[in-house]
């Protein structure tokens, strides 16, 4: 799938759900902060240093998002975001709402607030969003797009909201349409730049996503080792059930570190203690029994040491 971007006012638990959503569809996670931090290595701002005008927001934000779901799936988690890039059709746009009795609850947590106080934090950060939306879109783009979703979670749990979303990207087929085209990304940046050009703004460079945050050093190293080589791969991207209980449901899986396409190639590092090793083995050999037509290799703790000591990738 290309891009997912979840809204939703204050207190309707958002931020935990775009965060969910992300990790269970092996996405990238997207938010104002990231945003930010993009648009100013992106783009140049006359005069210098200046900060951009928000009516220039959407096509930064635009432009940014475009560029990076060319390389992967995205989840984004920013005001305004459901109005971005309407004519791109791998977009799945969700709404979350909840009842006033949750979204107080939820603020009082979350802020250590009384309720009476919660419910004024509500109002006044509705007030915020919708200002941010009008200094964004203008007076006349500030009402909330029907979007392709809307989900309610006054009695869902965001994992289950989750669950809504990952059946409804499966419905529309996004998994299959894969990341943004060239032609299409191409075609976006070329508006984006005309749009900028009336606000001063040109862009600075190419943008690029920060390498994923691996579960241990061990496999930093690796995937460096590999870029080295210029070997494409891809970091954790598929699990494999392993054991089912009586009524079918998963019970065990297993989730190889790398695959290497270019290979068909699963890799699996090992660099624990032995007893950890030997459970790891077993479900190797297990995967192996029950998918004899997947390749995969482990790279045990001496491996590792003798890749770190040949290529000093370890800084």
């Known amino acids: 799938m290309a891009i997912i971007t979840i809204s939703g006012a204050a207190g309707c638990g958002r931020e935990e759900i775009a965060h969910l959503a992300a990790r269970r569809l092996n996405s990238e996670l997207v938010n104002e902060a990231r945003l930010l931090q993009w648009f100013s290595s992106e783009f140049s701002f006359a005069p210098e240093n200046a900060e951009p005008p928000a009516r ?3 096509w930064m934000a635009s432009s940014v998002l475009a560029r990076l779901a060319t390389e992967r799936s995205l989840v984004v988690d920013a005001t305004g975001a459901d109005r971005l890039l309407p004519g791109v059709p791998a977009i799945l746009r969700v709404g979350v709402t909840a009842g006033d009795s949750r979204r107080t609850g939820n603020l ?25 939306l009008r200094s964004r879109f203008g007076r006349g783009r500030a009402a909330a797009p029907a979007g392709d979703l809307r989900i309610n979670v006054q009695t869902f749990t965001a994992e289950q909201a989750v669950d809504v979303i990952a059946a409804a990207a499966e419905a529309r087929g996004l998994p299959e349409q894969g990341t943004l085209s060239a032609s299409a990304e191409a075609q976006i940046q070329f508006q984006v730049r005309l749009e900028l050009a009336r606000h001063g703004i040109t862009p600075a460079g190419q943008l690029t996503l920060k390498a994923r945050e691996f579960g241990h050093p ?31 449901r998963v019970v065990e899986a297993f989730t190889p570190d790398f695959y290497l396409p270019e290979f ?52």
């Open 56 to 58: 220039a927001w959407r």
């Open 108 to 132: 009082m947590l979350q802020f250590g607030l009384e309720r009476a106080a919660a419910r004024e934090a509500a109002r006044r950060l509705d007030a915020e969003e919708k200002d941010l």
């Open 218 to 248: 061990s496999e930093e190293i690796f995937a460096n080792l590999l870029d080295f080589y210029r070997i494409r791969w891809e970091y954790e991207p598929r699990s494999f059930p392993l054991e089912w209980d009586g009524q079918g």
């Open 264 to 315: 068909d190639l699963f890799v699996e590092l090992t660099t624990m203690k032995q007893s950890l090793v030997t459970r790891k083995n077993r479900k190797v050999k297990l995967l192996k029994s029950l998918y004899p037509e997947i390749n995969i290799q482990v790279f045990y703790q001496k491996d590792m040491q003798d890749l770190v000591m040949k290529y000093g990738l370890a800084s």
